[in-house]
């Protein structure tokens, strides 16, 4: 909420220590910024989604290690699987591939942003797809949809 924010910002802004600076920002993750004195400025609007780390290093990881490996919703033979599947896929060049190593270790070993988004983006519903349950299944078809939407140029509101 854009007045919400405003009043947190606002209040952070009036602190007389350091301490109450961390207080507050612990307790509702708003600082003022200079920006919030300009008449058009709308952070909730405006707000820029840094989509590599957030969602590719961070909740695709989190998704794939922690939901369905850790879980043991997907087994080492199913990442085996996973991967025969992967490399059997020629994206066009300019895409690049992941790497190979889908089964390697605890799996998904040393995936950059990048490739995770490539995973999740393309390989990731055709090669998982028999293998997760339907409330698995619900979970990846809504996060690659809110992928796609999330790394858009532009987000209008017909898309949202």
Known sequence: DLQEHLHNAIYWKHQKTKEAWKDHVSKTHVRWSELLRLPYFNLIRFLVVDPMHNLFLGLSHWIVKRIWIDKGKITKSDLEIMEIRAKMIKPPADLGRIPCKISTGEGFS????????????????????DLLDSVD???????????????????????L
Do not use: H, P
């Open 137 to 159: 299944r619900e979970i990846l078809a809504n996060f690659v949809k809110a992928c796609y939407l999330l790394v858009s140029r532009i987000i209008d509101e017909e898309k």
């Open 110 to 129: 040393g995936f950059t942003a990048d490739q995770w988004k490539l995973f999740i983006m393309i390989y990731a519903t055709l090669i998982m797809w």
